[in-house]
Nanobody, 123 residues
Framework: QVQLVESGGGLVQPGGSLRLSCAAS????????IGWFRQAPGKEREFVAA????????NYAISVKGRFTISRDSAKNTVYLQMNSLKPEDTAVYFC????????????????WGQGTQVTVSS
């Protein structure tokens, strides 16, 4: 069974950090580009970051560039999203997704999605 599972979300104060994990089961992440997306209440799902198959290329939304870092660990079949200097506007459910076609900000290019993990930034 192909599955992506996100973890690491929670409540954090503004300026704090969290590291999200995206673990795969039933397939190897090395064959896929991985993206992180987020969706706040009442808003559309938006792109956060993506990493290529090899991990040599990354792409970030302007709103998170310089604060978030995406990385992958092939040995653990896991992709991470390190989030620093968090702001209240980063509050959302964060999803990871796998694409066999492109490392992209376009949600329609992703084949598999996780269920999401809640990130709340509040004092």
């Amino acid at each position: 069974q192909v599955q992506l599972v996100e973890s690491g979300g929670g409540l954090v104060q503004p300026g704090g950090s969290l590291r999200l994990s995206c673990a795969a089961s039933g397939f190897t992440l090395d064959a896929y580009a991985i993206g992180w997306f987020r969706q706040a209440p009442g808003k559309e799902r938006e792109f956060v970051a993506a990493i290529s198959w090899s991990g040599s290329s990354t792409n970030y939304a302007i709103s998170v560039k310089g604060r978030f870092t995406i990385s992958r660990d092939s040995a653990k079949n896991t992709v991470y999203l390190q989030m620093n200097s968090l702001k209240p506007e980063d509050t959302a459910v964060y999803f990871c997704a796998a694409s066999s076609r492109a490392y992209s900000s376009v949600t329609q290019l992703y084949d598999y999605w996780g269920q999401g993990t809640q990130v709340t930034v509040s004092s």
